[in-house]
């Protein structure tokens, strides 16, 4: 392998898929099989990209919403989404952490990634990881409106740190 190939196998895999979807769109309206995702990718730097890599390429738009999965003779496929896909809600909103911050500061008392997600869940309208709601956290923590306590080995909380709070 050359360094060149090496080079390009290793560019941004969101723009990867991305140039995907852009050749199914603009290609015939047919499904979409490892194999023809392949083909496509042939005329792209990635043209050299193995049947696993395509593979997850074609599942990571089908989890995005882009592409719909079918079953074509046995055989997994994927056709083109007809309706247009919306980003999740959560993104390019600052509406969650405006939630969390102002739910820390007027209840006070411990807040732990469990309580913190039930907000965030709230405040956003769909579901939200631990780990989102442990980020959060530690992201108030940094911006020096919490306080990080820990009594032993990973449990952890936080508490209000902002003047007129709940405390």
Do not use: F
Request: with cysteine; net charge positive; proline share 4%.
């Amino acid at each position: 392998m050359t360094a060149t190939v090496a080079v390009k196998g290793g560019l941004d895999v969101t723009a990867r898929r991305d140039s995907l979807l852009a050749l199914i769109k603009v290609g015939p309206s047919r499904a979409v099989t490892t194999r023809r995702a392949q083909d496509l990718y042939s005329v792209t730097p990635w043209s050299g990209i193995g049947r696993n890599a395509a593979r997850r390429d074609l599942r990571d738009l089908a989890h995005r919403g882009h592409l719909l999965p079918v079953t074509i003779h046995g055989q997994q496929a994927y056709l083109l989404n007809p309706k247009t896909v919306d980003r999740h809600p959560a993104w390019g909103t600052r509406r969650a952490e405006l939630a969390l911050l102002q739910a820390v500061a007027n209840e006070g008392g411990e807040w732990t990634p469990g309580r913190a997600k039930v907000v965030l869940r709230r405040a956003i309208g769909t579901n939200v990881y631990r780990s989102v709601a442990r980020r959060r956290l530690e992201d108030l923590h940094r911006a020096g409106l919490v306080a990080l306590h820990s009594e032993r080995p990973g449990h952890c909380y936080y508490t209000s740190l902002i003047e007129g709070g709940a405390a």
